[in-house]
C-alpha cells in the first residue's frame, strides 16, 4: 500500500499539487487522469523522489519503478546497455544480462537486444522502457503517459502488457480516458493539483461519460 498523506508541490509561487492525500492498493491497477498541466507527472516524480515535495509525506515498503514519458533510452547505448547500465551501478555482482535478456524476450525484443534505440519503432522503443523499467523488481510500477505517441495498435499492445504483469501494481497517469478505462481498476482525476475523482470502475454505468463531465466541468 503506497500512503500519500497531505502532499504540496510548489514551482516558486504556483501550487502544483495541493494537498493531496490518498492511499493506493499495490496490487491493483489505478490511473491517474486530468488535463495536461493538472500535476500527474509531478504527482508520479514526487512518489519515485524525482522531485522534492514541499509538505507532506508519502509512505511505501517496496520499491518503486518509473517508466517515463517519451521513453528517456539512452541512444548511445544498446538496447541490452538500456537495460542493464542503472542496475548495474547498483549492484555490480549481480548478472543483469541474464535478467535483461528474460524480459527482452517475454516482451517480444530478444532479437533487437544489439540494436541502438533510434532503429526502433515507437512500440519497441515503449517496450524496451517497460522492460528497463522492470529489471529491479518494482512491487509498484509508475507510468507516465504510457501511450503518448502511439498508434492506437501499439496502444492495444502496451495495454496487454500492462495488464499480463498481474499481481504488480500499476500507478498509470495519462490523458488518455479511452485507454485508463479499459485497464484501470480505478481512476483518479487531478485538476489543477486537486483531486476532483477517485472511484473504482466497477459499478460505474458510464465511465468514459462520468469522467469526462469531471475532466471538463469547472
Ligand atoms: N520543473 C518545473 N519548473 C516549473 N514548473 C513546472 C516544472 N515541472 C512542472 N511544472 C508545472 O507544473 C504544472 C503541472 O505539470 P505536470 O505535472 O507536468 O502536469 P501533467 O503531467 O498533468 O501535464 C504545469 O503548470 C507545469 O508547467
Ligand atoms: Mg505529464
Redesign the pocket.
Known sequence: MLKINNLCKL??Q?I?LNDISLSIDSSKITGLA??????????LRCIQKLDQPNKGHIEFQGQTGFMFQDFQLFPHMTVLSNLTYAPSLRDPKKDWTQKALFLLQQLGLKDKRDCYPDTLSGGQKQRVALARSLMIDPDLLLCDEPTSGLDINTIQDVSKILRSLSGKGLFI?SHDLDFLTSLCDRIII?REGSIVFDEELQGLKDPIDTLKQYYHSS
Do not use: D, E, V
Not at 34 to 43: A, E, I, R, V, Y
Open positions: 514551482w516558486g504556483n502544483i486530468g488535463p495536461s498541466g493538472s500535476g500527474k507527472s509531478t504527482l497517469a487531478l
